[in-house]
């Protein structure tokens, strides 16, 4: 304001977009709300479109995190029964040893040809002195190598409970980050339901955008029986909540709905977009066909499952039901045939 009073306006225009901007902002105070360009609508969802990608990146390295920790869980657990199996079998070594042990203690000091002269059973005295050379030689040198291998799987049982904790600090900190995102969404939904309903109606247009059919994408009949199948179980979640880490039957995030749709099917896929990017034969987006995955983004972040007919069924973003879009709603990443 001060420097208005110092420089003057230099024209009569420019007195009458000064004294319009004051009038405006006056107004926008007495009615207690800012200035309409100060939170502009194209500006929220923009802004809203932002926190949902970061909500699906978070949820995806959350995925990968918790695969990979089940991943070593297992490992560590057959680690486990080796080390359990391989010790029954060196304990029963040890019981061995040590009877002949004892055998060979209470003989000791006395020349073999009187031992045996003395021996009540001459032939178990025979079958024992055989075994103790037997044991001499490849028994004590297949103890020591058991030894080596308890020794080693020892080593990496250790070695891998230190990753899995380390695995498990890495999930927290992603299950941490998750709920950061999970707070800011509820922030911008709090925000769009504060728009009339109109201005929703828009956004929610915008987030579907791309709905005309694209280019020679018909694409009616599945790639297989199994891709058929896998159809079929993602139609039967339509309407489904979108869930974090969720992978059905009662609701899903993205890679878990193909996940899921495709176990239907029979055929196991990995848990995040980004493997199943690759978990398949990659076609041109022009020849797609029903069962094809189709992942968005240059990070491969979300992942739906083609239809036909232009369309995509997945798990969009929370607040929003499993449901169809079309293909083009977002930068295609790649298309893949399971």
């Keep these: 304001m001060g420097s208005h009073r110092r420089q003057a306006p230099s024209s009569g225009l420019d007195r009458g977009a000064t004294a319009a901007v004051s009038l405006l902002s006056a107004a926008a105070a007495a009615l207690g709300v800012a200035p309409a360009m100060a939170a502009p609508h194209d500006d929220t969802r923009a802004e809203v479109d932002r926190l949902y990608a970061e909500a699906e990146k978070a949820t ?3 995925n990968k995190a918790d695969e990979r920790a089940d991943a070593l869980r297992g490992e560590v657990g057959r680690a486990q029964d080796r080390i359990a199996r391989q010790q029954e079998r060196i304990n029963t070594m040890r019981e061995a040893l040590g009877s002949l042990a004892g055998a060979q203690y209470r003989s000791g000091g006395i020349d073999p040809a009187l031992a045996l002269l003395f021996s009540e059973d001459p032939d ?3 079958d024992k002195a055989t075994a103790l050379d037997r044991i001499g030689i490849h028994q004590a040198a297949r103890l020591k190598d058991l030894q080596t291998a308890m020794r080693e799987l020892a080593q990496d049982r250790s070695e891998a409970a230190e990753t899995l904790g380390e695995l498990e600090k890495s999930r927290k900190a992603v299950a941490a980050h998750k709920r950061s995102v999970e707070r800011r969404l509820a922030r911008a939904r709090q925000l769009l339901n504060s728009l ?10 915008a987030s579907r955008s791309g709905r005309d059919e694209m280019p020679g994408l018909t694409g009616a009949v599945p ?31 993205c890679s878990g709905l193909m996940q899921w749709s495709y176990a239907q099917a029979g055929v196991f896929l990995p848990r995040t977009s980004q493997a199943q990017r690759v978990a398949g034969r990659q076609v041109p987006l022009s020849q797609a066909q029903p069962g094809d995955l189709v992942t968005y983004r240059s990070d491969a972040s979300h992942v739906g499952m083609y239809v036909g007919n232009g369309q995509v069924i997945h798990a969009p ?3 929003a039901p499993v449901r169809y879009d079309p293909v083009g709603m977002m930068p295609v990443s790649a298309v893949t045939r399971v």
């Design 60 to 62: 995806e390295a959350y």
């Design 124 to 126: 178990d005295y025979l």
């Design 196 to 205: 009339p309903d109109e201005e929703r109606a828009a956004y929610d247009r």
């Design 223 to 253: 790639a297989s029986g199994r891709a058929a199948a896998a159809v079929a179980a993602a139609r039967s979640a339509l309407g489904k909540p979108y869930v974090w880490g969720a992978a059905g039957p009662g609701g899903f995030d």
């Design 317 to 319: 973003y929370p607040g």
